[in-house]
């Protein structure tokens, strides 16, 4: 073990490091009541690695297979790499659901759940409450507020700011630079139905393309794409592509003008 400097090391802690299953940077903080699970699903043993100066929060829950970067931050009652256990278009979440990796500096404020598979880039923020699902991918500097949702393999660029409230829907696209508002919706199903293995299609999640502004509470259709640097307006519902450079708003939302340096 290296040198730690902690508000207090268990005695379970010490043990996993003994048996290879916990790296433990220098410098790291890890409250006693944080909880080091290295077993999955299916019972198979699986490693944690903290780089140095990690700060783990109490009552905060990190899974086998996960490894965090140097200085990263990890709040209170937070959880990272729990495998996800369920059904969806066809496929059973089970077992280790691949290794969670969160980048150096990221903060993960508390309360944040980070299912296994999410990877989370350098200096990135969580807000208080997110959930992001199975295999999510967040680039760097990114900054996701309190509240809100990402659905499974969801991919989201650097320098993107997601504000409260708001949920992606399962294979969202969000290139680098775009704004999102608070309680924005997405949807990525055309037919509704969700849970009916003899009828499922393939989803048609929006797509959110670089720089582009989306107000507060907007609704963006299945199959949306929003171009580059376009701007839709707050309470709009986006039932069309809306191209590059365009402000477009209303219900549904249509083209408006043009988006001016």
């Known amino acids: 073990m290296h040198a730690i400097s902690t508000i207090g090391v268990t005695a379970a802690v010490t043990d996993l490091v003994r048996a290879g299953l916990l790296e433990i940077g220098d410098g790291c903080q890890i409250h006693p009541t944080a909880v080091f699970m290295t077993a999955d699903l299916l019972g198979t043993?699986?490693?944690?690695v903290l780089g140095a100066r990690v700060t783990i929060g109490a009552f905060a829950v990190v899974h086998g297979g996960t490894r965090v970067g140097a200085d990263?931050?990890?709040g209170h009652r937070v959880i990272v790499g729990e495998p996800e256990h369920g059904y969806a278009m066809r496929q059973i979440y089970q077992g280790s659901g691949g290794?969670?990796?969160?980048?150096?500096?990221v903060v993960l404020r508390a309360g944040a759940i980070l299912y296994a598979g999410v990877r989370v880039g350098e200096g990135s923020t969580i807000g208080h409450h997110a959930l992001l699902r199975t295999n999510v991918v967040v680039g760097s500097g990114s900054q996701l507020a309190a509240n809100l949702t990402v659905e499974r393999g969801s991919r989201i660029g650097d320098g993107v700011r997601c504000s409260p409230g708001t949920h992606l829907t399962a294979d969202t696209v969000v290139a680098d630079r775009v704004f999102i508002g608070a309680g924005v919706r997405t949807i990525n199903d055309k037919r509704l139905t969700w849970r009916d293995p003899d009828n499922e299609q393939p989803l048609d999640p929006p797509v959110f393309e670089y720089g582009c502004k989306v107000g507060s509470g907007v609704c963006v259709m299945a199959g949306i794409t929003i171009g580059a640097h376009a701007l839709i307006g707050s309470g709009s519902v986006v039932t069309r592509d809306v191209s590059a450079n365009t402000i477009a708003y209303g219900v549904p939302a249509r083209s408006r003008g043009q988006v001016t340096s």
Do not use: N, V
């Not at 043993?45 to 944690?48: D, G, V, W, Y």
């Not at 290794?99 to 500096?105: A, K």
């Open 45 to 48: 043993l699986r490693p944690i």
């Open 72 to 74: 990263a931050r990890l």
């Open 99 to 105: 290794t969670t990796e969160i980048g150096s500096g």
